[in-house]
């Protein structure tokens, strides 16, 4: 989770909900009705998608879902395409750590509610029944605008990936209206252009274990900044905590780090690499990185140990001395 510093002076900052979080857009340096044109814009775009995308709520994602279950190719929705070609690249390129087709085991776990997720965990029997089934995006085959799986399994929940990717089309939105200057924030995970007048844009990174900004971080033009937390959404039960990132190779939470940060250009890449990395965890997070092209990297796990990348460690100014830093090799 990130916050913005806010500037003194914006041209505009505007905030909305939708897609489940709060959107807080700040433009600077633009003339205020171009801004103001842009922003509207923005959050037509950013409500419509929440009801496309929605993983539980009717919508183009939940048709598609039932069409992909009847096994039978059919057109796909062409608003949703691009989208779900981004999302099953990304899978593939994370070796399916990040995995956009595992919808069934996210709603078994009772994520799929706008209620608060509660305990007790599904029964064992019922993960292990879907981890045999195995959807991949690989059973998905995608030609000249047809959708067909070939494994009853598959249900999209595009959760780990669709924010990222309605920030990049917010970005454009901006750009097409002539705004250089501008951070567009969903809940905590941004992507900014440009520079806050005469200084680089700023933003704070939260501290997964308190209610604070464990380091800041200063952006070049043109940079996303992504975190995957287990203090999202989660329940506990009988001293557990199972939040709603799921391991696909085990069907639980993934149980190794508290949170992720990663650091792109492209704000889809940096959401689903977020996601694929808290799964990957200590042992194989520098390995999905590489895959993914992710140069900047921070990972805390469950002793609080901060995990990073050399090039990583030169960007993030902490709040307060971390106890204990691992650097990695470079990426
Ligand atoms: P994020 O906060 O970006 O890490 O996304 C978490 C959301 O993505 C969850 O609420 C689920 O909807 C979905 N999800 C959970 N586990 C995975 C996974 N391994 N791969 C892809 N999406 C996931
Ligand atoms: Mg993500």
Redesign the pocket.
């Known amino acids: 989770m990130a916050g913005c510093s806010q500037p003194a002076d914006p041209a505009l900052h505007r905030q909305f909900f939708a897609l489940g979080t709060l959107v807080d857009l700040t433009i600077y340096g633009s003339a205020a009705d171009t801004a103001e044109r842009a922003a509207t814009d923005i959050e037509q775009l950013f409500t419509r998608r929440h009801a496309d995308w929605h ?1 539980w709520q009717p919508g183009t994602l939940q048709a598609t879902n039932r069409q992909l279950a009847t096994l039978e190719g059919f057109p796909a929705d062409p608003e949703l395409l691009p989208l779900l070609r981004t999302a099953n690249r990304l ?1 593939r390129l994370s070796n399916g ?4 087709v ?2 069934k ?2 709603a078994l776990w009772g ?2 509610s706008d209620e608060r997720p509660d305990g007790p965990p599904p029964d064992n029997d019922r993960i292990l029944e879907l981890l045999r089934q195995n959807p991949s995006v690989a059973d998905i085959a995608l030609q000249d605008g047809q959708l067909q799986s070939r494994n009853p399994a598959v249900r999209y ?5 669709a ?2 990717y309605a920030v990049d089309r917010g970005i454009e939105l901006l750009q097409s209206h002539g705004i250089d200057n501008a951070i567009l924030n969903a809940g905590g ?1 941004l992507r900014a252009i440009g520079h806050h007048g005469d200084r680089p844009w700023r933003i704070g990174i939260r501290d997964p274990r308190g209610p604070g900004v464990l380091a800041a971080i200063e952006l070049g033009d043109d940079e996303s900044v ?1 975190t ?2 287990d203090y ?2 989660f329940f506990d039960h009988d001293g557990t905590r199972y939040h ?5 190779r085990i069907g639980y939470p ?1 149980d190794t780090v508290t949170s992720v940060t990663v650091i792109h250009t492209d704000a889809a890449t940096a ?2 690499a ?3 990395l ?2 990957a965890g200590p042992e194989l997070w520098q390995t999905i990185a590489r895959q993914m092209g992710i140069r900047y990297v921070m990972l805390i796990d469950h002793n609080g140990t901060i995990h990073m990348n050399p090039a990583m460690q030169q960007r993030v100014t902490f709040d307060t001395a971390p106890a204990d830093v691992r650097l990695s090799k470079p990426l």
């Open positions: 993983a899978s750590l990040f995995n956009p595992i919808g085991l996210v994520f799929h929940d595009l959760g780990g990936v924010k990222g995970d992504f995957s937390g999202e959404r709603h990132i799921i391991d696909p993934a959401d689903a977020a996601t694929a808290f799964v």
